[in-house]
């Protein structure tokens, strides 16, 4: 890593289990924890994830001070891509429109342009292949970035109320399996998203998660009167599919009480730019 590299860089370290997220959340101390932590990286341009540290992919998130509102998305993954020094041979994203649905790259031979892939209608991508990148962009919603580590397998969701409400994270887990991969083995890092502090929505939509997923352990720390955990919520259907709890991690921003640091709808509307949630296949 350069050293230019490494000054833009926020580490987040250690694993938080979901315990520790519980507990934290309820005394709603999770993202105050963190900005304590990082009070000197004021204006980090990257949010590094531990799983970059497994040696053959790259993981992070960006800030605020790297994207700008008016930054187009290819010119966005762009900036990020060389911000984190890495050059794919091949880089997918989306064109999201808050869907459940999630695309294998492999096989997808048209639509290329320059080492660059946009697939339609879609909000979650999975691939295999080393020199392969897949983004998402989000502002408030959860970037779920998932990888087997064993297959080296990677993926990327997008999931705002509607695409967790339709189990976008299931149908990314089904997308891997399918590609080789294990839930046993798969590792989660969620990016800075609203928290469950800061997600207040209608009663009624409130009751609608409560309704569908009652049947989940834990029902009461997702919606807690109108306030909704969305990230706690894609950690629970991902356990639901098999995947180890002491394998996700949440980087522990809320996108609304660090709005100095993210984009946050909630905080900006329409004049809120794009977090770039970026996983590279590196080797
Ligand atoms: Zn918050």
Redesign the pocket.
């Known amino acids: 890593m350069s050293e230019g590299l490494a000054a833009n860089l926020l580490h987040i370290g250690g694993q938080e289990s979901l315990d520790t997220m519980e507990a934290k959340s309820v005394e709603g101390t999770m993202?105050r924890t963190a900005a304590e932590t990082t009070a000197s990286y004021a204006e980090s341009k990257l949010v590094l994830s531990p799983l970059s540290q497994l040696g053959w992919c790259t993981v992070a998130s960006t800030t605020r001070f790297l994207i700008s509102p008016r930054t187009d998305a290819q010119a966005a993954v762009r900036r990020t891509l060389e911000a984190l020094e890495v050059d794919p041979i091949q880089t997918a994203y989306c064109v999201q429109r808050h869907t459940s649905k999630v695309a294998l790259l492999e096989g997808i031979r048209r639509g290329w342009h320059n080492g660059f892939l946009v697939i339609p209608e879609c909000d979650g991508l999975v691939a295999c292949h080393a020199g392969q990148a897949v983004a998402v962009f989000t502002a408030d919603c959860v970037p779920v970035v998932m990888v087997d580590p064993l297959k080296r397998i990677i993926a990327a969701v997008h999931a705002g109320w509607r695409g967790t409400f339709h189990e976008i994270a299931k149908n990314a887990v089904r997308q891997i399996i399918e590609a080789g991969g294990r839930p046993s083995d798969m590792r989660v890092w969620i990016g800075p998203a609203?928290?469950?502090?800061?997600?207040e929505v209608s009663p009624e939509l409130a009751a609608a998660f409560r309704e569908k997923f009652g049947y989940l352990n834990g029902v009461q720390a997702f919606v807690r009167g109108r306030f909704l955990d969305l990230i706690r919520l894609n950690v629970l259907q991902l356990a639901s599919c098999g995947i180890l709890i002491d394998h996700i991690e949440w980087c522990g921003f809320?996108?609304?009480?660090?709005n100095g640091m993210f984009y946050s709808y909630r905080v900006e509307g329409d004049r809120a730019g794009r977090i770039v949630t970026l996983v590279v296949r590196t080797k």
């Open positions: 993202a609203i928290g469950g502090c800061c997600y809320c996108t609304k009480c660090r």
